[in-house]
């Protein structure tokens, strides 16, 4: 009984322990999970704060390059209005330049007028004073009409011919000339259509560089817009990805944890039933072994038999408590393996 007694106590002090050891236990997987949830808003608020300056740098990155696309407006402007500034200037320039060209041709064909109207003058002049020379020659012919009529009649035609001849090369003189003038202003025209004309190509030709570059600039910075578009995209398809990929982990450790708590639970269940069929094998050995003993005990009275049989009989009943405490001890040592 004393030995039953000691194994009770035994198994309430193995009991007390092992509650003390699941309390210890509860209170470390509660203090665990404190820290985890501390480390959880911990992380939380750094993801917050990270979140908080990435947005701050983005609506920085995006005033910036608002600001850069206003200077650049306003220099695309001053510098189309300085063109137009240039264009005019130069346009005024060219209608300076063109009534000044044609104040000059005025003049020269004034003085060329001029010329000519003193050039038939002196030739009126001359003309006359010829004719009047000729007034006295044929006066003084006319008081030597006898004897110089022949010579008169010749020399008259020979003056007729030179006058019609100095008149004719006088006047292929003078279409010559005007002929000469004629095709120099044609000429000077013609270069000044050409060289208008080359201004002109030469200034559609800028605008035709100007309007290339103009396209290429939009080209550039629509293709710059769209590669920022596209790296902001991408930016948010990872930060999504990274989302979903923590909250997977998150939902694989809550699911992991919430296993090795039922497999705790199981196992626990599983030693508690263990230590029942313990209890219940050793109390059923104990019922076993005092039924035994009561019927050798009444066996033994009625053989009645002498003192080495009862000797005998001690030392079988020594023998079976002593296999009963090793069966005792056996049966919680058992139980400690299979825990």
Known sequence: MERIAERNERLKQAEKEYLEYRAKQIAKIA????????????YLREKATERASQLKEKHEKLESWERLEDQRTQANMLKEHARNQLMLEHIEYLRVQKNQQDAEAAARKEAAQAERKDREMKEAERLAE????????????????????QIREQKNSQYCEYIRDLKTSEALRIRDQQTMVGEARDKRRKKQLE?????????NAAAIVN??????????EKSRDQAFALKVQEMKAKEKDRQLEMESKKIQRRLQEKENAIKVHEEEQQRRRQLVLLEEQREAMIRERTLERNRREQDRLKANQ????????????????????????????????ED
């Not at 004719?131 to 110089?148: D, F, H, P």
């Not at 060289?195 to 200034?203: A, F, M, N, V």
């Not at 000797?311 to 919680?332: M, N, S, V, Y």
């Open 31 to 42: 203090a665990e999970n404190m820290e985890k949830n501390q480390k959880k808003q911990q």
């Open 130 to 149: 010829a004719s009047r020379v000729k007034t006295e020659l044929e006066a003084k012919r006319s008081s030597n009409i006898g004897a110089k009529e």
């Open 195 to 203: 060289d208008r004309r080359l201004r002109t190509e030469q200034e």
């Open 211 to 220: 309007a290339q570059r103009e396209d290429n600039i939009r080209g550039k």
């Open 306 to 337: 002498g003192e080495k049989t009862g000797q005998a009989l001690a030392d079988g009943e020594a023998l079976l408590d002593g296999e009963l405490d090793a069966g005792i001890a056996t049966a919680p040592a058992e139980g400690g393996e």
